[in-house]
């Protein structure tokens, strides 16, 4: 049986620069061949790759997102039309991130116009909270809600066979004109039991770098409660050895080049003795790469940070979110800003390129909190600040806020993500994001914020130093230099 795992288009619509490749899909390509199954991973955002990185107008540039939704002509549905003619699937598997419902239900329009006899699954964080909302569309049949990988191949067993979905735990489907809501799945105990991820399965591999390549999870699952998160994976962390993870690490070195990789764990120092064994490991193996991982100021000490610089660590991201105790608190980010003041410190002193990640426009917010987020931001001087307009996720604890505060709707019409703003999927009315900001306000504050950032972030110290912690990289691929240069040239211009 022919399997099509499809990562609907979003960047493409934008303009905006896509990074790395469908890791999710990739693991349930590995464990779908592994039952037997052709299995082929399609990312319609690898077809024709953007390059913009400066996402200052970001609002704006989903409005076209939104339109090349609506519009049948566009290149991006042609092209999902045509690799639906090349593979000729039997069951399609749709990623569905909250961000790009719109995406996703075209997407599955398109498959089923195609044909109808053909089986359409989703899967991922929104398809997990909310699978009845999922399945009210005609053209999906199946809901695979949480941890995928044990559960997938056996829906793929029964529509093979034709058996019954009944006993299959995790998953939502529609039986009978009725909704259907087994179970659900217990979660991976063993992590080293999940076979690699099947990045050989991706078609348009020539449009992946190396460093794209290299976007690995050595964990699932974060401790903490920030009030903005969905714990998909639950607050119970769960880790890969560090054979296994060494394991996939020269595996994709020697299969792709790659000597840049990304860790993509929640909170990547979450267990501070896995990292030691993981950098011990990366030494022993004499493995000459870089990584760069997330994670959070107060789990990051100095011991710590020296032992992964000497393992190859050359950047550190970090949330930090606001610059206001009172917007700190109702977040629960769990941190302090003398915490955050130390951490800047400790990362300079050992000169690695770090980031500092923002956000502005939640709920409870002033103009005041957001003038203080600009200022802590100047204080602490990261090499990258990041900054991003909130977006109301549903299942997250600030949702439940936006709720009981009058501003959000959970229960939108499906059909509604075709038509909408993601940044405004569930608001009642966009133009009323916040308690105590008029939107017009809001707006220049945004414009002053997203400047403000972007010059910081184009200063000559810190492109200069971005590029600096890439050298290797630079050393080992000259297409990452050349493509960098372009994209660093692009954004300072604009």
């Not at 704006?60 to 939104?66: A, M, P, S, T």
């Not at 022993?284 to 990051?300: A, F, P, S």
Request: charged share 25%; glycine share 6%.
């Amino acid at each position: 049986m022919k399997v099509l795992l499809i990562d609907p288009p979003f960047k493409r619509f934008t303009g905006y620069v896509n990074y790395y490749f469908p890791l999710g899909l990739a693991y349930l390509a590995s464990i779908g061949r592994n039952f037997g199954f052709d299995v082929k991973i399609y990312e319609a955002d690898a077809v024709a790759k953007g390059s913009d990185i400066n996402f200052s107008d970001e609002y704006k540039r989903l409005e076209l997102y939104v339109q090349g939704l609506n519009d049948k002509e566009h290149s991006v549905w042609k092209d999902i039309t045509k690799t639906l003619e090349k593979c000729k699937p039997d069951v399609i598997g749709i990623s569905a991130m909250t961000f790009k419902l719109g995406s996703v239900i075209k997407t599955a329009e398109i498959c089923k116009d195609w044909n109808s006899e053909c089986k359409i699954i989703v899967g991922g964080a929104h398809p997990t909270i909310n699978p009845a909302q999922m399945l009210t569309s005609s053209h999906i049949d199946i809901v695979v809600r949480g941890e995928g990988e044990t559960v997938f191949p056996k829906v793929l067993t029964a529509i093979e066979s034709g058996s019954n979905l009944s006993g299959i735990r995790g998953i939502s489907f529609k039986e009978n004109g009725n909704m259907v809501h087994n179970e659900d799945a217990e979660f991976i105990k063993d992590l080293d039991e999940v076979p690699l991820p099947a990045r050989g399965l991706l078609m348009n591999k020539k449009n992946y770098t190396s460093e794209d390549m290299g976007m690995m999870l050595t964990s699932r699952g974060c401790p903490f409660n920030c009030a903005y998160c969905f714990h998909m994976w639950s607050r119970k962390t769960r880790f890969r050895s560090a054979e296994n993870i060494v394991e996939e690490i020269m595996h994709v070195m020697d299969t792709y080049g790659t000597r840049q990789f990304t860790f993509k764990d929640d909170s990547f120092t979450a267990h501070r003795k896995r990292v030691i064994e993981l950098c011990d490991k990366i030494i022993q193996e004499k493995l000459d790469i870089n990584w760069d991982c997330t994670t959070r100021v107060d789990i990051l000490d100095e011991e710590l940070l020296t032992k992964m610089i000497k393992a190859g660590c050359n950047v550190i991201k970090v949330g930090v979110e606001t610059g206001s105790e009172k917007i700190l608190r109702d977040i629960k980010k769990g941190i302090t800003f003398d915490k955050v003041r130390a951490t800047a410190k400790l990362l300079n002193k050992h000169g690695v390129f770090w980031s500092a990640y923002f956000m502005m426009g939640l709920p409870t917010e002033t103009e005041e909190d957001i003038m203080a987020t600009y200022k802590f931001m100047k204080e602490i001087n990261p090499y990258y600040a990041a900054l991003g307009v909130y977006s109301a996720f549903p299942g997250t604890e600030l949702f439940d806020v936006g709720i009981d505060m009058g501003l959000l709707d959970p229960d939108v019409d499906i059909e509604h993500f075709l038509t909408t703003n993601p940044k405004d999927y569930f608001f009642k009315n966009p133009s009323k994001r916040m308690a105590y900001i008029t939107t017009e306000r809001f707006d220049e504050l945004t414009n002053f914020m997203m400047d403000a950032f972007h010059k910081h972030n184009t200063q000559p110290r810190n492109l200069i130093r971005r590029g600096w912690a890439r050298r290797k990289v630079y050393m080992n691929d000259q297409k990452l230099l050349i493509s960098d240069c372009k994209k660093a040239l692009n954004w300072v211009v604009h």
